[in-house]
Nanobody, 117 residues
Framework: QVQLVESGGGLVQPEGSLRLSCEAA???????????MAWYRQTPGKQRELVAQ???????YYAEFVEGRFTISRDDTKKTVYLQMNSLKPEDTAVYYC????????WGQGTQVTVSS
């Protein structure tokens, strides 16, 4: 069983930056590096949507709406995945969820990101 704990959310002004972190527990770093890791987000009344993904070999994928502004990275020795978010927009406001996928999916509890002046 994998437990994922997100941190780093908060209130930020438009064009500001935040870095989200997601640390995995319940597995070793050797096992962690076998997982595909991703960040999703969700706003009330809408489906959860993929923001960015990083594979076992650190290949990355970004949703079009964050391309060039967000960067996903991972540190397997720390069992942690990061999401650096720059040039934030009000429409980026959402609860951001960490996801770990191998043969099944594990989710964190989510962290709120609010972009507002």
């Amino acid at each position: 069983q994998v437990q994922l704990v997100e941190s780093g959310g908060g209130l930020v002004q438009p064009e500001g930056s935040l870095r989200l972190s997601c640390e995995a527990a319940g597995i070793t770093s050797t096992i962690f590096r076998l997982y595909n890791m991703a960040w999703y987000r969700q706003t009330p009344g809408k489906q959860r949507e993929l923001v960015a993904q990083i594979g076992r070999g650190s290949s990355t994928y970004y949703a079009e709406f964050v391309e060039g502004r967000f960067t996903i990275s991972r540190d397997d020795t720390k069992k942690t995945v990061y999401l650096q978010m720059n040039s934030l927009k009000p429409e980026d406001t959402a609860v951001y969820y960490c996801n770990a996928e191998r043969w099944t999916n594990f989710w964190g509890q989510g962290t709120q990101v609010t972009v507002s002046s």
